[in-house]
């Protein structure tokens, strides 16, 4: 009798390995996470020759290995290549996710049209017919004579077909989608996930050519499967964004070839994604006049600077406890800054409600976003308008100073190609300043959050 596989149990979130199941994962503490595995699942496979013998084994000097310049594939779209740093590079394999509906397969779509320009593209897709696809670049306006499609989920015959044709470009469309005949699970499990990751990620640095997969999210909006797909993959994509509203952003949370720092901007239209080139002006276009409760924040994405609308709402509240809302702003980091308007500038909330938000749909998350929220919660409880041409932005720390920030200049020319005519920051940043910047707009240094409500409002 054929000796029976052994069953372990593998946590989705962090990949702990256990020889039962377990309700709460010891390792990151997430409840209902693992997943049954045997031990013909977890074969590791490996594509070209062989496996090589230790003796044939051999290691290069650093010296040794060619430096040469560094190729990337121009996608046709500028805020994708920005986020990649550059370009897609070639031989590099790129994980991208987002919440369903998102736009994810609208964007590499697009950029497939871009790169079928002067490159092949393949693109593998697991959950549409081709007809789909067809009906879909059409409403896209989608015309690339280098794009082929493939509706397959067999990835040893996916592989296969790449090794035979070698386009210079491939898409993935889903990861969740792939499966090996040979592991006994269904597709979008941990094992399966892993497994084809690795037969890509292989494939990818074998032929040199770069590999974009698409993966799920789950219900806390991680990516889907255990955290070695975005270990094994060269650079994590996601793609941000609330469904009610046009705006998305690309982030990049890993980059082995650029920064992580940069974001991209896109609409969602009719016609697909359309870049943002002026994300600043595109936040604070709607920006009412004449009414208390907002305030102008400039936040770095990277080397960008972006100027996005901060709203404060404070009333009384109707009940005991005060509620305290917050959406696109940190909420401890909110009551930390209410807890400072009481103490140290003496504007007292603790009998109201106090709402924040970041129109537009953005999450900013920079220190140097605090200085606009306190001065709109202020504005919000004194029923006084902030000037409509004053832009802020500093840190506030528990003393109840206005700390400086990095590349205030930046931020300051920023807000002078957009208009703006008051800037208020910390007086820590005024020496950093260029003399010239001084000229074409007023700058006010401040050190406590009373003395810049009242820059503000006049």
């Avoid at 377990?22 to 496996?51: A, D, I």
């Avoid at 004194?382 to 506030?396: P, Q």
């Avoid at 931020?411 to 020496?431: P, Q, T």
Wanted: a neutral charge.
């Amino acid at each position: 009798m054929a000796q029976k596989n052994k069953t372990f149990y593998v946590c989705s979130e962090c990949g702990y390995v256990s020889p039962k199941w377990n309700g709460k994962c010891p390792e990151c503490g997430e409840w209902n996470t693992f997943s049954e595995e045997n031990e013909q699942n977890n074969y590791s496979y490996r594509l070209g020759s062989g496996v090589n013998s230790i003796g044939s084994l051999s290691a290069l000097k650093l010296d040794e290995i060619d430096d040469g310049e560094e190729i990337r594939f121009d996608t046709g779209t500028s805020e994708l290549n920005r986020v990649l740093g550059g370009g897609l590079v070639k031989g590099s394999l790129v994980l991208i996710s987002g919440d369903p509906g998102i736009g994810k397969s609208t964007l590499l779509l697009q950029a497939s049209s871009g790169l079928g320009r002067n490159k092949t593209v393949l693109y593998v897709s697991g959950e549409e017919s081709p007809r789909q696809l067809k009906l879909r670049a059409c409403r896209l306006n989608i015309d690339a004579g280098g794009l082929l499609i493939l509706c397959k989920t067999d990835v040893e015959a996916i592989c296969g077909f790449i090794r035979e044709n070698k386009p210079d470009v491939v898409i993935i469309d889903s990861v969740q989608t792939m499966q090996i005949p040979e592991i006994h699970s269904l597709p979008g499990s941990i094992a399966q996930v892993r497994e084809c990751a690795n037969l890509f990620m292989r494939l990818s640095k074998d032929l040199n050519i770069p590999v974009i997969l698409v993966g799920h999210v789950n219900k806390d909006g991680n990516i889907a499967g255990p955290k070695v797909l975005e270990h094994i993959v060269d650079c994590v994509l996601y793609f941000e964004g609330e469904k009610n509203l046009s705006y998305r952003i690309l982030r990049a949370v890993k980059n082995r070839f650029g920064s992580t720092n940069e974001i991209g901007v896109f609409e969602m239209r009719d016609n697909g994604l359309c870049e943002v080139l002026n994300p600043s002006k595109a936040l604070i276009a709607g920006k009412p006049n004449g009414v208390s409760g907002s305030c102008i924040a400039c936040v770095m994405e990277g080397s960008r600077p972006i100027l996005a609308e901060v709203q404060g709402l404070v009333c009384q509240s109707g009940f005991g406890n005060p509620r305290r809302t917050s959406n696109g702003f940190d909420y401890n980091r909110m009551s930390m800054i209410v807890a400072n308007i009481k103490k140290r500038a003496g504007f007292f909330l603790n009998s109201c409600d106090v709402y924040i938000n970041v129109a537009g749909g953005l999450r900013i998350d920079e220190p140097a976003s605090d200085l606009p929220v306190a001065l709109s919660l202020i504005s919000s409880l004194r029923d006084k308008v902030l000037r409509d041409d004053c832009i802020a932005f500093g840190e506030i720390g528990l003393a109840g100073e206005i700390r400086s920030v990095s590349y205030a200049e930046l931020r300051v020319r920023e807000a002078i190609r957009l208009g703006f005519k008051k800037c208020i920051l910390s007086a820590h940043n005024l020496k950093e300043l260029n003399e010239k910047l001084f000229s074409q707009i007023e700058i006010k240094g401040v050190s406590n959050i009373r003395s810049a409500f009242e820059e503000a409002a006049n």
